[in-house]
Protein backbone atom coordinates (compact mmCIF):
# COMPACT_ATOMS: atom_id res chain seq x y z
CA UNK A 1 0.00 0.00 0.00
CA UNK A 2 2.94 2.28 0.84
CA UNK A 3 4.51 1.60 -2.74
CA UNK A 4 1.12 2.43 -4.29
CA UNK A 5 1.12 5.91 -2.35
CA UNK A 6 4.58 6.33 -3.64
CA UNK A 7 4.13 5.76 -6.93
CA UNK A 8 0.69 7.82 -7.03
CA UNK A 9 2.21 10.44 -5.31
CA UNK A 10 5.53 10.92 -8.17
CA UNK A 11 2.62 10.45 -10.62
CA UNK A 12 1.42 13.61 -9.50
CA UNK A 13 3.94 15.40 -9.10
CA UNK A 14 5.38 14.44 -12.78
CA UNK A 15 1.25 16.08 -13.83
CA UNK A 16 3.59 19.54 -13.06
CA UNK A 17 6.26 18.72 -15.95
CA UNK A 18 3.44 17.40 -18.22
CA UNK A 19 1.84 21.26 -17.92
CA UNK A 20 5.29 23.10 -18.73
CA UNK A 21 5.87 20.80 -21.77
CA UNK A 22 1.80 21.47 -22.72
CA UNK A 23 1.95 24.99 -22.40
CA UNK A 24 5.42 25.96 -23.84
CA UNK A 25 5.11 23.33 -27.19
CA UNK A 26 1.35 24.34 -27.42
CA UNK A 27 2.25 28.16 -27.29
CA UNK A 28 5.42 27.72 -29.24
CA UNK A 29 3.84 26.62 -32.19
CA UNK A 30 0.71 28.87 -32.09
CA UNK A 31 3.47 32.15 -31.91
CA UNK A 32 4.44 30.96 -35.78
CA UNK A 33 0.87 28.75 -36.73
CA UNK A 34 -1.35 32.24 -36.25
CA UNK A 35 -1.82 35.28 -38.86
CA UNK A 36 -1.25 38.39 -37.56
CA UNK A 37 0.74 37.35 -34.16
CA UNK A 38 3.20 39.42 -33.05
CA UNK A 39 5.08 37.83 -30.27
CA UNK A 40 6.85 41.59 -30.04
CA UNK A 41 3.12 43.49 -29.76
CA UNK A 42 1.24 40.92 -28.48
CA UNK A 43 1.02 38.30 -24.91
CA UNK A 44 0.65 34.39 -26.04
CA UNK A 45 -2.30 34.95 -24.06
CA UNK A 46 -4.62 36.69 -27.12
CA UNK A 47 -3.76 33.86 -29.13
CA UNK A 48 -7.19 32.36 -27.03
CA UNK A 49 -8.75 34.92 -29.53
CA UNK A 50 -9.46 34.29 -33.10
CA UNK A 51 -10.90 31.20 -34.94
CA UNK A 52 -7.57 28.95 -33.12
CA UNK A 53 -8.20 30.55 -30.21
CA UNK A 54 -10.11 27.29 -28.56
CA UNK A 55 -6.46 25.65 -28.67
CA UNK A 56 -5.21 27.98 -26.51
CA UNK A 57 -7.98 28.13 -24.63
CA UNK A 58 -7.80 24.51 -23.85
CA UNK A 59 -4.11 25.09 -23.23
CA UNK A 60 -4.64 27.16 -20.36
CA UNK A 61 -7.51 25.06 -18.86
CA UNK A 62 -5.30 21.52 -19.13
CA UNK A 63 -2.30 23.14 -17.92
CA UNK A 64 -3.97 24.42 -15.07
CA UNK A 65 -5.47 21.23 -14.32
CA UNK A 66 -2.13 19.24 -14.42
CA UNK A 67 -0.90 22.00 -11.88
CA UNK A 68 -3.54 21.29 -9.55
CA UNK A 69 -3.19 17.68 -9.98
CA UNK A 70 0.85 18.65 -8.96
CA UNK A 71 0.12 20.89 -6.22
CA UNK A 72 -1.86 17.59 -4.84
CA UNK A 73 1.38 15.73 -5.16
CA UNK A 74 3.21 18.48 -3.33
CA UNK A 75 0.68 18.11 -0.50
CA UNK A 76 1.89 14.79 -0.28
CA UNK A 77 5.47 14.29 -0.90
CA UNK A 78 5.76 17.22 1.49
CA UNK A 79 3.63 15.54 4.71
CA UNK A 80 5.58 16.79 7.79
CA UNK A 81 8.64 18.72 5.88
CA UNK A 82 9.56 22.25 5.32
CA UNK A 83 6.94 23.70 3.10
CA UNK A 84 4.21 21.60 3.39
CA UNK A 85 1.52 23.96 3.74
CA UNK A 86 2.56 27.09 1.49
CA UNK A 87 3.88 25.10 -1.51
CA UNK A 88 0.64 22.88 -2.63
CA UNK A 89 -1.52 26.20 -1.90
CA UNK A 90 0.79 28.51 -3.76
CA UNK A 91 1.45 26.43 -6.80
CA UNK A 92 -2.32 25.29 -6.62
CA UNK A 93 -3.42 29.25 -7.15
CA UNK A 94 -1.05 29.42 -9.97
CA UNK A 95 -2.67 26.56 -11.35
CA UNK A 96 -6.21 28.23 -10.81
CA UNK A 97 -5.13 31.40 -11.85
CA UNK A 98 -4.28 29.30 -15.97
CA UNK A 99 -7.39 28.10 -15.79
CA UNK A 100 -9.63 31.79 -14.71
CA UNK A 101 -7.11 33.14 -18.07
CA UNK A 102 -8.57 29.95 -20.16
CA UNK A 103 -11.82 31.07 -19.28
CA UNK A 104 -11.81 34.61 -19.65
CA UNK A 105 -10.03 35.43 -22.54
CA UNK A 106 -7.69 38.59 -22.80
CA UNK A 107 -9.34 41.30 -25.02
CA UNK A 108 -8.24 42.25 -28.80
CA UNK A 109 -6.15 44.42 -29.54
CA UNK A 110 -3.40 46.04 -31.47
CA UNK A 111 -4.08 43.86 -34.76
CA UNK A 112 -5.27 40.87 -33.23
CA UNK A 113 -7.04 38.79 -33.82
CA UNK A 114 -6.88 39.34 -37.91
CA UNK A 115 -9.42 42.03 -38.26
CA UNK A 116 -8.74 44.37 -34.85
CA UNK A 117 -7.38 47.65 -36.03
CA UNK A 118 -3.93 48.06 -35.69
CA UNK A 119 -3.54 50.64 -33.16
CA UNK A 120 -6.91 49.72 -31.26
CA UNK A 121 -5.57 49.42 -27.55
CA UNK A 122 -7.29 46.18 -25.87
CA UNK A 123 -10.38 47.32 -23.84
CA UNK A 124 -10.88 46.47 -20.85
CA UNK A 125 -14.08 44.64 -20.67
CA UNK A 126 -15.57 42.63 -17.74
CA UNK A 127 -14.57 39.50 -19.19
CA UNK A 128 -10.79 41.12 -19.29
CA UNK A 129 -10.88 42.54 -16.02
CA UNK A 130 -11.34 39.14 -15.14
CA UNK A 131 -8.52 37.63 -17.06
CA UNK A 132 -5.86 40.26 -15.74
CA UNK A 133 -6.56 39.82 -12.18
CA UNK A 134 -6.25 35.69 -12.94
CA UNK A 135 -2.72 36.72 -14.75
CA UNK A 136 -1.92 38.68 -11.17
CA UNK A 137 -3.13 35.79 -8.79
CA UNK A 138 -1.09 33.27 -11.25
CA UNK A 139 2.15 34.93 -10.63
CA UNK A 140 2.02 36.29 -7.42
CA UNK A 141 1.37 32.55 -5.94
CA UNK A 142 4.01 31.81 -8.31
CA UNK A 143 6.59 34.22 -6.97
CA UNK A 144 5.38 33.68 -3.50
CA UNK A 145 6.62 29.94 -4.06
CA UNK A 146 9.68 30.50 -5.60
CA UNK A 147 10.88 32.15 -1.99
CA UNK A 148 9.22 29.02 -0.15
CA UNK A 149 10.64 26.47 -2.14
CA UNK A 150 14.44 28.31 -1.02
CA UNK A 151 13.51 27.52 2.19
CA UNK A 152 12.00 23.98 1.66
CA UNK A 153 15.49 22.87 -0.06
CA UNK A 154 17.58 24.39 1.87
CA UNK A 155 20.55 22.07 1.91
CA UNK A 156 20.03 20.83 -1.50
CA UNK A 157 23.05 22.08 -3.02
CA UNK A 158 22.16 25.48 -5.43
CA UNK A 159 18.86 24.74 -5.47
CA UNK A 160 17.82 27.37 -3.07
CA UNK A 161 19.62 29.93 -5.27
CA UNK A 162 18.04 28.89 -8.45
CA UNK A 163 14.60 29.75 -6.26
CA UNK A 164 15.53 32.51 -5.06
CA UNK A 165 16.78 33.92 -8.46
CA UNK A 166 13.36 32.98 -10.40
CA UNK A 167 11.25 34.56 -7.44
CA UNK A 168 13.56 37.82 -8.48
CA UNK A 169 13.81 37.23 -12.30
CA UNK A 170 9.74 36.33 -12.60
CA UNK A 171 8.62 39.86 -12.16
CA UNK A 172 11.89 41.41 -13.42
CA UNK A 173 10.17 40.11 -16.85
CA UNK A 174 7.01 41.38 -16.08
CA UNK A 175 7.91 44.79 -14.98
CA UNK A 176 10.48 45.04 -18.29
CA UNK A 177 8.04 43.97 -20.42
CA UNK A 178 5.23 46.50 -18.98
CA UNK A 179 7.96 49.25 -19.44
CA UNK A 180 8.51 48.45 -23.15
CA UNK A 181 11.80 47.60 -22.21
CA UNK A 182 11.89 44.33 -23.30
CA UNK A 183 8.98 43.95 -25.98
CA UNK A 184 5.95 42.84 -23.79
CA UNK A 185 5.26 39.99 -25.66
CA UNK A 186 8.39 38.20 -25.36
CA UNK A 187 9.01 39.45 -21.48
CA UNK A 188 5.83 37.95 -20.67
CA UNK A 189 6.78 34.74 -22.71
CA UNK A 190 10.07 34.73 -21.01
CA UNK A 191 8.88 35.10 -17.81
CA UNK A 192 5.98 32.28 -18.21
CA UNK A 193 9.06 30.25 -19.53
CA UNK A 194 10.79 30.77 -16.24
CA UNK A 195 7.50 29.55 -14.44
CA UNK A 196 7.11 26.66 -15.70
CA UNK A 197 10.90 25.88 -14.80
CA UNK A 198 9.93 26.21 -10.92
CA UNK A 199 6.95 23.83 -11.24
CA UNK A 200 8.49 21.48 -13.34
CA UNK A 201 12.26 21.96 -11.18
CA UNK A 202 10.68 21.33 -7.71
CA UNK A 203 8.05 18.26 -8.82
CA UNK A 204 11.15 16.43 -10.36
CA UNK A 205 13.04 16.77 -7.12
CA UNK A 206 10.24 15.65 -5.10
CA UNK A 207 9.64 13.01 -7.17
CA UNK A 208 13.25 12.05 -7.08
CA UNK A 209 12.91 12.25 -3.40
CA UNK A 210 9.87 9.79 -3.41
CA UNK A 211 11.50 7.22 -6.13
CA UNK A 212 14.38 6.89 -3.44
CA UNK A 213 12.25 6.66 -0.81
CA UNK A 214 10.32 3.78 -2.99
CA UNK A 215 13.83 2.10 -3.92
CA UNK A 216 15.26 2.43 -0.44
Known amino acids: MLNDQLNTTG ?39 GERGWVMTATFIVSGILTLLCALGMRQALAGASG ?8 GLYGLGLILAGIFPAPAGLGFPPGTPQDQMPVMTPTAIVHS ?18 RTFTGLGTLPIFYM ?47 MALAS
Open 11 to 49: ALLLSGVAAGIVFIGVTAVEIFARPGFDISRHAVSVLSL
Open 133 to 150: IAFMLAYISLIAACFVLA
Open 84 to 91: ETWVPILI
Open 165 to 211: AMGVLIPAMIVLGMANVIATGVAFYIGAIFGWLVVAGAAIVLAAQRH
